[in-house]
């Protein structure tokens, strides 16, 4: 087969229908129809799928299953993406022109006390930068790993008690660089009756307290901590979220345990005070990864480099 007789978009195709597994999820991916993700489909199986004598593709059930051949072209194809992405690099980058546009997903304990520095400066030193935050949903590290992802910003334990995937060490090689550390505390009421004194370990084990599902998990390193001692927090009630949690503490007199930084921005929006946590546990660290192909780009370089600006003075100190 000449490569001539052979359109390189619908390599990328490829690349997206093996990632999503439908037609479906490919059109929406890409920006197109089903219709003319189909009418690709058929010209990639005409064009590539026919000299190989394989289909690419098989229908298994509601979507698309990758044959063995197909399977074994991925790791090449992802490959001659990252190369056509490089090829496609700028020289240079000048942030009172560009027109780029970055996905990004930003923890939510982050996204408060980082983003609004980010974003408002943003609009003035690169006017035409965009920076879209897409919801929290899903594999994040998986997405950034396919380039669905142009940023991720997320939190992982620096103690050694940490189990997987929660410690730094359990990330992925991808590029990445620690932007500030912070430590957890305890947030309760503003005339919550465990402000009198006497906050102890203790204490904070005899109140009811609140617990929030992280990234698809109850229990986090505080609770593993804790079970190594033969100790045990008494969970009141769960919530899908941080904001949810704070109302919760603000009406009641549970305890709700998050990072510093993000803590002392629901104290002042939801009139709660802050104690610190009566647990020995290692800072936590906010990273900001990014995919390999993204690596040099000048435009993305530029805008980690501003973020990590933007960063500086936050986590427990700057809190």
């Known amino acids: 087969m000449a490569i001539e007789a052979l359109d390189l978009n619908l390599l990328r195709l490829m690349l ?67 190369l056509s992405c490089e090829l496609l690099i700028p020289v240079g980058f000048d942030p009172n022109t560009d027109q780029r546009q970055f996905r990004a997903s930003v923890v939510e304990t982050a996204f408060p006390g980082l983003m609004p520095r980010v974003l408002t400066d943003l609009q003035v030193q690169a006017p035409g930068l965009r920076l879209d935050m897409v919801p929290g949903s899903g594999d994040k590290l998986e997405q950034l790993a396919r380039g669905q992802l142009d940023l991720l910003l997320l939190a992982r334990d620096t103690d050694e008690r940490a189990r997987p995937p929660w410690h730094i060490r359990d990330l992925p090689a991808l590029p990445q660089q620690e932007l500030y550390t912070d430590i957890n505390v305890c947030l309760v009421r503003e005339d919550h009756p465990a402000l009198d004194g006497g906050w102890d370990l203790e204490r904070f084990l005899d109140l009811p307290h609140i617990q929030i599902w992280v990234e698809g998990t109850e229990l986090w390193l505080m609770d593993h901590v804790l079970a190594s001692l033969g100790l045990k927090r008494p969970v009141a ?34 009139a709660l005070a802050v104690l610190p946590l009566p647990l020995a546990l290692a800072p936590i660290s906010y990273r900001l990864m990014w995919p390999p192909t993204l690596d040099s780009d000048p435009a993305h370089r530029w805008l980690r480099g501003f973020i990590a600006e933007r960063s500086q003075g936050l986590g427990a100190c700057g809190a």
């Open 16 to 82: 997206v229908l093996l990632e999503e597994g439908s037609v479906s999820g490919a059109a929406q991916r890409l920006h197109l129809s089903q219709s003319a993700v189909s009418k690709q489909l058929a010209k990639l199986r005409e064009q590539l799928g026919k000299p190989l004598d394989d289909p690419l593709f098989v229908r298994a059930g509601q979507g698309l299953a990758p044959t063995a051949k197909a399977l074994t072209l991925e790791p090449k194809l992802r490959q001659w993406l990252r």
């Open 237 to 270: 009630v769960q919530v899908p979220d941080f904001h949810s949690a704070a109302l919760m503490a603000q009406h009641t007199d549970m305890v709700f345990t998050c990072a510093s930084v993000f803590a002392h921005q629901l104290a002042a929006r939801y």
